[in-house]
Every structure is written in C-alpha cells, then in structure tokens.
T-cell receptor, first 113, second 117 residues
C-alpha cells in the first residue's frame, strides 16, 4: 500500500538557519504530494502541495519539489524563524481522485532564537 | 466563516466507559474524514462519511468504534468500552466536493484529545 516516510525529529535549528525536512513516498500511480503544518494546540493546515512530477509547491517561504525519479518531496526554507516551530507532516493522495490522505509520522521542528 | 469545529477538545474516560467525539464540518462541506493520531505516530485514516452515508471505513477498528454523520447535526465518532490504547488525538477534516488530491484540500479541526485512565 501507499506509505510516506519522513525524517525523525525533533529537528532543532537556530533562527535564520537553512531547513530541510526529508520526505520519501511509496505509491502506485501518480499521487499528489502535500506538506501540512500543525502549530501547537491547533489542527493541521495545508502548507503547500504539488500534483505532478517536477512541480514545485511554495508558500510562506517554504518550498518542495515533486521528484518522481527519487520518489521524494523534501521541504526546504532558506531562513527559518521562531514562528516556524511546529510539527510538519508530509502526505500523499492517490492518483485518480481517490479520497483521503496518507500521512508520514510528522517532524517536530524547534527554532531557537 | 467558522472552520471545522470539534468538541470536546479534551476528554477523560475510565476504562470501560464510552467516548463520543463530535465534529461540525466547515459551512457548505458535506464530506467528513476522521483521523487518529497516536503518540509518536502520524495520522491514520479511520473513516470517510457523507451525510447519512459511510463511504469508506477501512481504517476503523472492527470492534467498539462507530461513526455517523446524520442529516442534521454533527458527525460523531463513538468509542464503546474504551481501553488505554484508545488514548490519542482524534482529528476531523472536511472537504467539498469530495477531497481530490489534484484539486482539493482537507480542512482540519483542532482535534479531540482522549485520555483513558
């Protein structure tokens, strides 16, 4: 079945550091890929998405590129802020418009001032 | 425009009791999804419902768990005879039309955190 693997956390960085959170997936067909973010005490919010190979999703300074050849969708940000501290979830939706999302375990990001 | 509303936010139950978690989808949404987040794990799909209809319950445990989404009122996830292993955060999400990875987005509630003593 479909699965998503993302790097274990917590990831602790200093403010203005470069961020990479790795995400790889296993899926049949052509899934869409997502990053969701969960701030403390809140529900998940869509951060960005990409629906086909080589697409780049971007939002709030975060980027991720859909790499079919490496089955990856790594999240990057050039300069993180304390307010980026949250749990980040990589997820995929099966191709063909099927319902539901398959999530990774989440990566807890801690940004220190 | 209110988002997805879940209540209670926190629920404490003793083993053997029943837990009822409620979810009101975003206005205009008629599709509801329930996910469970166990400690140190990601979100696991449980069930997908439309009004008065269960579309996919492949992620629901076979016993003690049930879900409904009546014509009027919120969706309810019901756990009978709770055990300690049921302690988790339960998230509801909604979409309209049915979530499609190519076009749609799931909107999540803030979750209900169940603690079983």
């Amino acid at each position: 079945g479909d699965s998503v693997t993302q790097m274990e956390g917590p990831v602790t960085l200093s403010e203005e550091a470069f961020l990479t959170i790795n995400c790889t997936y296993t899926a049949t067909g052509y899934p869409s890929l997502f990053w969701y973010v969960q701030y403390p005490g809140e529900g998940l919010q869509l951060l960005l998405k990409a629906t086909k190979a080589d697409d780049k999703g971007s939002n709030k300074g975060f980027e991720a590129t859909y790499r079919k050849e490496t089955t990856s969708f790594h999240l990057e940000k050039g300069s993180v802020q304390v307010s980026d501290s949250a749990v980040y979830f990589c997820a995929l939706a099966p191709g063909g418009g099927a319902d539901g999302l398959t999530f990774g375990k989440g990566t807890h990001l801690i940004i220190q001032p | 425009n209110a988002g997805v509303m879940q209540n209670p936010r926190h629920l404490v139950r003793r083993r053997g009791q029943e837990a009822r978690l409620r979810c009101s989808p975003m206005k205009g949404h008629s599709h509801v999804y329930w996910y469970r987040q166990l400690p140190e794990e990601g979100l696991k799909f449980m069930v997908y419902l439309q009004k008065e209809n269960i579309i996919d319950e492949s992620g629901m445990p076979k016993e003690r768990f049930s879900a409904e989404f009546p014509k009027e009122g919120p969706s309810i996830l019901r756990i009978q005879q709770v055990v300690r292993g049921d302690s988790a955060a339960y998230f509801c999400a909604s979409s309209s039309p049915p979530f499609s990875g190519s076009t749609g987005e799931l909107f999540f509630g803030e979750g209900s955190r169940l603690t079983v003593l």
